[in-house]
T-cell receptor
């Protein structure tokens, strides 16, 4: 049973560019959440998607946007990259009806902005 | 903002029990208590969760205070592979507001 898969695993971008990260949720899950984790810190919640709509959002600027597709997979887009966007980006999936059981996380995409 | 507080770091000797505390004084009646851990260069991994009663699984035990304002994750026999950052998280019944704090960095000494 495949867990959460994220692609790519590593990415280097130049300041000002745009980036798209991808996530396939665990089989049977319908909700996808995205987190940003800077070095040495805990993951920070970006947003959550359910039924192809953004259901909840953390304290991130509009440069961060997302999308959920009918097959529940998701993309995270970041525009006008800043050096401070360098981080590990984590995707987590869950089944909304069983959200009390928590999330399954992927291994993340390491984004470096130079 | 995280609704939990944990010590920044803890140390344990291999094969000894470890008790990782978490305070969550503002917990609501419907909040679930989750524990995750994160090994270097990996995503967070589920450890255990509970609502009111103590919980046991193959990885750990979760002891929840009677007033639910604190909880303790218990690793019965620490191994070197248990060295990780441990996060205590509160969330709603549908997994909403799943917010991480800084966590506790556990070091296991051989």
């Amino acid at each position: 049973d495949a867990g959460v898969t994220q692609s790519p695993t590593h990415l280097i971008k130049t300041r000002g560019q745009q980036v798209t990260l991808r996530c396939s949720p665990k089989s049977g899950h319908d909700t996808v959440s995205w987190y940003q984790q800077a070095l040495g810190q805990g993951p920070q919640f970006i947003f959550q998607y359910y039924e192809e709509e953004e259901r909840q959002r953390g304290n991130f600027p509009d440069r961060f946007s997302g999308h959920q597709f009918p097959n529940y997979s998701s993309e995270l887009n970041v525009n006008a990259l800043l050096l401070g966007d360098s981080a590990l980006y984590l995707c987590a999936s869950s089944l909304v009806a069983e959200g009390r059981h928590g999330y399954t996380f992927g291994s993340g995409t390491r984004l470096t902005v130079v | 903002d995280a609704k939990t507080t944990q010590p920044n770091s803890m140390e344990s000797n291999e094969e000894e029990p470890v008790h990782l505390p978490c305070n969550h004084s503002t917990i609501s009646g419907t909040d679930y208590i989750h524990w995750y851990r994160q090994l270097p260069s990996q995503g967070p991994e589920y450890v255990i969760h509970g609502l009111t009663s103590n919980v046991n699984n193959r990885m750990a035990s979760l002891a929840i205070a009677e007033d639910r304002k604190s909880s303790t994750l218990i690793l019965h026999r620490a191994t070197l592979r248990d060295a990780a950052v441990y996060y205590c998280i509160l969330s709603g019944n549908y997994g909403q507001n799943f917010v991480f704090g800084p966590g506790t960095r556990l070091s296991v000494l051989p």
